[in-house]
């Protein structure tokens, strides 16, 4: 797409704020937004440089020689991460399921704590996130990591550590 050919329009006028390290994951035609590092010295409400674990849905639509989008501020259930950024975040389907992914798995990151080796689901239907026990074959805490879905696996690949990975860089 050549953006200079499109008008951009948010006929809610509501965006996320300024951030990096977050996700973008796309399923069932929508984008959904998560986490990241804010620079809350640009918004009155945070008020520092924090990371977030924001949940945001974006609803693309071409009308009339216009990109309109839509963003929405979610409010999910369940067990909620933590605040995150630098995460991995990759849809997942049920297997023998149609062509429309079920869950989004989210791994990692890191905080002002350190880095992170926690894992979540998050069902697309009613955006509720569950914490997944992985036990001892939970990946080690790790940022910067990437990761891909197929055939009814998770590969993970790479990042860089924390706790007794400390400078690690994993391959």
């Avoid at 950024?85 to 989210?106: E, P, Q, R």
């Avoid at 689901?121 to 992985?134: A, G, H, P, S, V």
Wanted: hydrophobic share 30%; charged share 20%; proline share 5%.
């Amino acid at each position: 797409m050549i953006w200079t050919k499109w008008k951009l329009k948010d006929p809610n006028g509501v965006v996320p704020s300024p951030r990096s390290g977050h996700t973008l994951t796309f399923c069932r035609g929508l984008y959904l937004l998560f986490g990241g590092t804010m620079n809350g010295l640009l918004d009155i409400n945070v008020k520092k440089i924090c990371s977030t674990n924001e949940l945001w849905l974006l609803e693309p639509s071409l009308k009339s020689n216009s990109f309109l989008y839509g963003w929405q501020k979610l409010t999910p259930k369940g067990d909620i991460p933590s605040p995150r950024s630098n995460h991995i975040a990759v849809t997942v389907k049920d297997i023998g399921a149609n062509d429309s992914a079920s869950w989004i798995f989210i791994h990692g990151g890191m905080n002002e704590k350190g880095k992170l080796d926690d894992c979540y689901m998050l069902e697309l239907n009613d955006y509720r996130f569950t914490k997944i026990n992985c036990g001892e074959h939970c990946p080690s805490p790790r940022a910067n990591h990437a990761a891909c879905y197929y055939e009814g696996k998770i590969y993970m690949f790479g990042g860089n550590g924390g706790k007794t990975y400390e400078n690690s860089v994993f391959k």
